[in-house]
């Protein structure tokens, strides 16, 4: 997890979470990341293959 604009990596990447089928996962309440724009890089992998997708998914998090 990369975060700019005021993000904070290390509480987002507290609370969210990959599942399968790509599902990205991220509380709607009680969200304790700050404001700020998150990007995610995750790994896939089966029986005798492995890749990091760079930069996959951006999240932003803002006040309405």
Do not use: C
Not at 8 to 18: D, H, I, M, S, T
Not at 19 to 40: E, H, M, Q, W
Not at 49 to 63: G, H, M, N, R, S
């Amino acid at each position: 997890v990369k975060a700019t604009d005021g993000g904070n990596a290390e509480l987002f990447k507290e609370q969210v979470r990959v599942i399968g089928g790509g599902r990205v996962y991220f509380p709607s309440k009680d969200i304790k990341a700050p404001n700020g724009t998150y990007v995610l890089s995750i790994r896939v992998s089966n029986p005798g293959y492995e890749a990091v997708l760079e930069d996959i998914f951006t999240v932003i998090i803002k006040e309405n």
